[in-house]
């Protein structure tokens, strides 16, 4: 491994910001058409030269490799990060973009429906992930697991979309709560939402040799 972004003697900090590139690299942010976007905009941090320790591939499956790291921009790694970068060109990470939800132009952590999820006295453990929505850009989809003794119904579903509207504000409101008796997660505890997206969709699942179920 090797920082990209990161703090030097000489650069003054700003707290919350991962400062700016280290030498010899170059970041940009781009949108969804992988153009630059401007100071203080939303968008997609991509890295635009290789580096030493840079991943050259992975282990069996070379197209998911360049699938996922440079077929959406051509020639820049694609970190799978949101960010922005402000007037000084100080970079700030906004997270992983499968955590992110970008609903009806606002940008949703998934930590935060899933925490106003699990706040309910039902719920013990949820996962929420965005799908194609022909108005909104996004719309939220939410995987429970409820605790024991607890009954999933239509009625308790409709309760759950409430309890997130009001804790939340209506924006987040999920527009389906599906009830499961357990979520795929890797070896380390880490919910796979690609898996999730891909289930909901009825698509492959893809390489699922990291998941524990």
């Given at each position: 491994g090797m920082f990209m972004i990161t703090p030097t003697p000489v650069v003054p900090l700003k707290p919350g910001s991962g400062t700016r590139p280290f030498f010899g690299q170059e970041a940009e942010i781009v949108d969804e058409e992988g153009k630059p976007v401007g100071d203080d905009a939303e968008g997609y941090l991509v890295l635009k030269n290789p580096w030493p320790s840079m991943l050259r591939t992975i282990?069996?499956?070379?197209?998911?490799?360049?699938?996922?790291?440079?077929?959406?921009?051509?020639?820049?790694?694609?970190?799978?990060?949101?960010?922005?970068r402000d007037k000084d060109g100080y970079f700030w990470i906004i997270g992983r973009v499968d955590d992110v939800l970008k609903v009806s132009g606002h940008r949703l952590g998934t930590a935060e429906v899933e925490s106003a999820l699990?706040?309910?006295?039902?719920?013990?453990?949820?996962?929420a992930i965005g799908l194609p929505h022909e108005v909104k850009g996004q719309g939220i989809h939410c995987f429970v697991l409820l605790r024991t003794g607890?009954?999933?119904?239509?009625?308790?579903?409709?309760?759950?979309?409430?309890?997130?509207?009001?804790?939340?504000?209506?924006?987040?409101?999920?527009?389906?709560i599906k009830?499961?008796?357990?979520?795929?997660?890797?070896?380390s505890g880490k919910i796979m939402r690609r898996v999730l997206?891909?289930?909901?969709?009825?698509?492959?699942e893809g390489d699922v040799?990291?998941?524990?179920e």
């Amino acid at each position: 491994g090797m920082f990209m972004i990161t703090p030097t003697p000489v650069v003054p900090l700003k707290p919350g910001s991962g400062t700016r590139p280290f030498f010899g690299q170059e970041a940009e942010i781009v949108d969804e058409e992988g153009k630059p976007v401007g100071d203080d905009a939303e968008g997609y941090l991509v890295l635009k030269n290789p580096w030493p320790s840079m991943l050259r591939t992975i282990y069996g499956d070379p197209d998911r490799y360049v699938s996922q790291y440079w077929s959406k921009n051509p020639g820049k790694y694609t970190t799978g990060d949101s960010a922005k970068r402000d007037k000084d060109g100080y970079f700030w990470i906004i997270g992983r973009v499968d955590d992110v939800l970008k609903v009806s132009g606002h940008r949703l952590g998934t930590a935060e429906v899933e925490s106003a999820l699990v706040s309910h006295p039902d719920v013990a453990e949820a996962a929420a992930i965005g799908l194609p929505h022909e108005v909104k850009g996004q719309g939220i989809h939410c995987f429970v697991l409820l605790r024991t003794g607890i009954v999933g119904t239509p009625d308790l579903a409709e309760e759950l979309r409430q309890h997130v509207a009001k804790t939340m504000g209506a924006i987040a409101r999920p527009e389906e709560i599906k009830f499961a008796d357990k979520l795929p997660k890797t070896r380390s505890g880490k919910i796979m939402r690609r898996v999730l997206k891909a289930r909901a969709q009825g698509l492959p699942e893809g390489d699922v040799s990291t998941l524990e179920e």
